[in-house]
């Protein structure tokens, strides 16, 4: 106990001094540069505060960004140039078509489903009294993480062999409704939709709080005139809600969109990609720090990075009418 | 929103469909619940109950222990986890409160040289930021690791040293830091953008420079911001699993609880009982945040997504 008392305490002192020298570094630049005048003032300014944010940047994200598109048409050890060869593996290779047309089922069912149901919930709690104890609970699992989610979910699709009693939610389900239960998490292709719900169940509550923000923010005159007009219902929603949170429906798509084009964790935690439900992201962990093969690792990034674009572009086009509507 | 006057244009209507709208988000919050309290349940229940009967059976058959808490928190002889997840939990925290500070201050700095010390490109600086989102952060896991072991160079000559934080703490934030930029950088200069321009030409006659600005007006003017965005980041560094996985080793001396708990789900079938509670101590502080912040939590959310 002693030890482990000192070597947690190193590692916190390890926190405080990173903090304060982070803090104090920052204060002794931010004073000498203060004590430039004249017309130096701006520029060394723009040097002090962009500075650090820009160097981050470059080194973190620029930088290995273009690296990897190198990578991508290297060998294993990224030595030797071979040209399109780690692309045509993962068109060529029926295992990575697999994992391709997973990522595709990922990125068309769960952002539709999450923002459905997301906006769903949130016109019925904009009816409803008294919402915020479920708003709460359905926003929970946003805070637990795609590992811990994973447990959570373990525990329901656990399968036992039918002499044994089921101690899985899903398999106790089934057998009281006089179905016979399989092994869950081995059936292909139950089974990546089976890890398609936990992402439904964490992302959710994310998409409606974000639409139920949208909707309380519709003007109420707005509502009360088209509702004295006699609109209700599907009619209201149809004509009047739903045009006015549209963009921000958009956004949460597009955020479920990317979320789930990246997912690693809980295929990695659930199934290690086996049993047919790997995607792009946790084959290009696999291939890089399992299998060693920084090309074919590097390939798979870069194919993230395309799938990503257009959804950003969309943003960025965004953003921009935004601004100079402003 | 004036109900009453709905109400009166169409009164049962408007009465059963809040009942039925109340009924139905009910009914989904109690389905969305189930999986976390059957594991909280199970948590409690010792080892032969696990296995034998589902947790659904604590209301017929109450019976709870502590053992699995016990095992998870200071250890046991019998299952993976000899030191228990105490080293890892403390490497959680170790790891999450720079890399959510770093990043924070860092990029309000540059939100506000964005925004205030505008320059011939400043505009177009911030929309490339607010771009490179587009980087997955699995384009940048191999050459941040490459960098870290081995410095980089052209040719022959060394433009970095290797900077031989691999391993360490170091070599987590730093990453961490790195990729929370764009986004942090690019919400928390839609909020210092809108602060009014008064209040910094006033400040700027009475000879204020911009590190003073910074310091006296921005920072304490920004913090619902900041709040927002730090409890964002600091939910993604703790439920975060690749960076972990990339940048720190699995051993107690660096790892953070989230990779301990990846790794006992790895190991089919023993151990069930100690993943229940270790499940638990791993989402529990993330929990406690999230409920006692929650308004700050929505509101950076908010401000991330709606506009």
């Not at chain 2, 080892?47 to 109450?62: A, E, R, Y």
């Not at chain 2, 040289?113 to 490339?128: E, P, T, Y």
């Amino acid at each position: 106990m002693d030890s482990f008392l000192s070597t947690n305490l190193s590692k916190f002192e390890q926190v405080v001094v990173a903090v304060a020298a982070f803090f104090a570094i920052l204060m002794v630049v931010f004073y000498l540069a203060g004590k430039a005048n004249g017309r130096k003032q701006r520029p060394v300014a723009i040097l002090v505060l962009l500075g650090p944010a820009m160097v981050l940047l470059t080194a973190g994200l620029i930088v290995p960004a273009i690296q990897t598109i190198l990578f991508s048409f290297k060998d294993a050890n990224s030595v030797a140039f071979i040209g399109f060869q780690n692309y045509s593996w993962l068109i060529g290779n029926p295992d990575m078509r697999k994992v391709l047309i997973n990522t595709l089922l990922w990125i068309v069912v769960t952002p539709f489903a999450t923002t459905a149901l997301g906006l769903f919930l949130a016109i019925m709690l904009d009816r409803m009294k008294r919402e915020s104890v479920a708003k709460s609970l359905l926003f929970m699992p946003m805070a637990i993480s795609f590992v811990g989610a994973s447990v959570i979910w373990k525990f329901v699709y656990d399968y036992a062999v039918p002499s044994k009693p089921q101690t899985g939610l899903l398999s106790a389900i089934v057998r009281s409704l006089g179905f016979k239960p399989s092994n869950w998490i081995l059936t292909q292709p139950l089974n990546t939709f089976l890890l398609m719900i936990i992402f439904i169940w964490v992302q959710t509550g994310f998409a409606m709080v974000i639409l139920s923000a949208a909707i309380k923010a519709v003007p109420a005159d707005i509502v009360e005139a088209s509702a004295l007009d006699g609109a209700h219902g599907w009619q209201l929603f149809k004509n009047i809600t739903f045009p006015m949170v549209r963009s921000t429906t958009i956004v949460v798509f597009a955020t479920m969109l990317v979320t789930s084009l990246k997912l690693f964790d809980i295929v990695r935690t659930m199934t290690g990609g086996n049993f047919g439900t790997s995607v792009i992201s946790n084959e290009m962990y696999a291939e890089v720090f399992v299998r060693f093969d920084q090309g074919r690792g590097s390939a798979l990034a870069v194919i993230l990075f395309v799938f990503v674009m257009p959804i950003l572009i969309y943003n960025i086009r965004n953003l921009r009418r935004e601004r100079t509507n402003a | 929103m004036s109900i009453s006057k709905i109400a009166t244009a169409n009164p049962g209507r408007k009465v059963l469909s809040t009942k039925v709208a109340g009924t139905v988000v009910w009914l989904i919050t109690i389905l969305w619940t189930i999986p976390t309290f059957g594991l909280f349940a199970s948590s409690f229940r010792n080892k032969q109950d696990i296995f034998l009967s589902g947790w659904w059976h604590v209301f017929t058959n109450p019976h709870f222990t502590l053992s699995n808490y016990h095992a998870v928190l200071f250890g046991s002889s019998s299952s993976t986890l000899s030191n228990g997840v105490l080293p890892f939990l403390m490497n959680s925290i170790v790891i999450t409160i720079p890399a959510v500070i770093f990043p924070v201050v860092v990029a309000t700095m540059a939100a506000y040289c964005l925004a205030w010390v505008k320059f011939k490109g400043s505009d177009a600086l911030f929309f490339f930021i607010f771009a490179l989102q587009i980087v997955p952060i699995q384009m940048s896991l191999v050459p941040l690791l490459q960098l870290f072991t081995g410095g980089a160079h052209v040719g022959s000559i060394t433009i970095i040293p290797k900077l031989g934080i691999a391993g360490h703490f170091a070599g987590i934030w730093l990453p961490h830091t790195m990729f929370a930029l764009p986004l942090a950088i690019y919400l928390l200069h839609n909020f210092i953008a809108s602060l009014p321009r008064d209040l910094m030409e006033a400040a700027h006659v009475d000879g204020a420079n911009h590190f003073k600005i910074f310091r006296q007006i921005v920072l304490p003017l920004s913090v619902p911001a900041i709040a927002a965005f730090a409890i964002f980041q600091f939910l993604w560094v703790w439920n975060d699993l690749l960076v972990a996985l990339t940048f720190a080793s699995g051993t107690e001396e660096v790892a953070p609880i989230n990779v301990k708990l990846a790794s006992l789900v790895g190991q089919w079938g023993s151990g069930w009982e100690t993943l229940t509670a270790g499940a638990f101590v791993t989402i529990a502080i993330p929990l406690i945040v999230f409920f006692s912040l929650q308004r700050f939590f929505v509101r950076g959310l908010l401000a991330g997504s709606v506009k």
